[in-house]
């Protein structure tokens, strides 16, 4: 059976970058989801007229409250509307959870790699924050690729320090102050120690742009990963 469509109460909106934003609802009724999933988001002009978009849950399940990211797009029919335009107050429809194979169930066992390019962190930091919840001792192991350093999403909660989770950030443009590693796309040998550290049957998650995403699951591939431990989501 489908999905229902939900009314959403916007009650936060807290910048992550220049044009990201981290969104708050509250959804009545709303069944809770799994760390790793994503929801339809449905608006309705004044004349009838709706469009809908898929955006990836941040927090992991907490009541009715559901945590959205969402990256501004220039000249987005949507993106730039819920970003920057929606008042605080005010409804949209949700229609979700959606999605059962890109997720991290808390209780699982066995460490696990996930690789995020741009706002393709977000389902991820949903994994991060259940971990830690949890009180997991299963030892996480992040790889994030973002531009620049004003490009990076959720830094206090990524940077903060936690047990068992590490954290490689990757600047592809710009790198911050005292960063060792030259600017440049992921690479093998970037994937490499961290690929090392899994257990044979440990999991992977990639997401991000489509482009990114293929290429990562080659080089993990190519590292030796069997494919049906690589779980994938992307975007554009």
Not at 43 to 60: F, I, K
Not at 131 to 160: I, M, Q
Not at 207 to 232: K, M, N
Request: with cysteine; aromatic share 8%; glycine share 12%.
């Amino acid at each position: 059976m489908a999905a229902e469509w939900r009314r959403a109460h916007l009650v936060e909106r807290l910048p992550q970058t220049a044009t990201a934003r981290s969104l708050t609802f509250t959804v009545p009724g709303w069944p809770g989801h799994l760390p790793g999933q994503h929801v339809d988001v449905r608006l309705t002009a004044g004349d009838g007229y709706q469009a809908a978009r898929s955006y990836s849950l941040a927090a992991p399940p907490d009541g009715e409250r559901v945590e959205l990211g969402v990256q501004a797009v220039a000249d987005g029919e949507v993106s730039p509307y819920l970003a920057d335009g929606l008042p605080l107050g005010a409804d949209v429809e949700v229609r979700g959870p959606l999605g059962y194979w890109f997720v991290w169930r808390p209780g699982q066992t066995g460490p696990v790699l996930l690789v995020g390019g741009g706002s393709g962190v977000v389902p991820l930091t949903a994994m991060i924050r259940a971990h830690r919840d949890e009180k997991s001792a299963s030892d996480f192991h992040l790889v994030y690729s973002v531009r620049t350093p004003e490009d990076f999403w959720y830094r206090d909660l990524l940077t903060g320090g936690s047990d068992h989770l590490e954290v490689d950030v990757l600047y592809t443009r710009k790198a911050a102050p005292g960063s060792t590693r030259a600017p440049g796309r992921v690479s093998a040998d970037d994937l490499r120690g961290h690929v090392s550290r899994l257990a044979g049957a440990g999991a992977v998650f990639v997401c991000g742009p489509t482009a990114f995403v293929e290429t990562v699951s080659d080089q993990l591939v190519d590292l030796g990963r069997d494919p049906a431990t690589i779980r994938t989501e992307r975007f554009g």
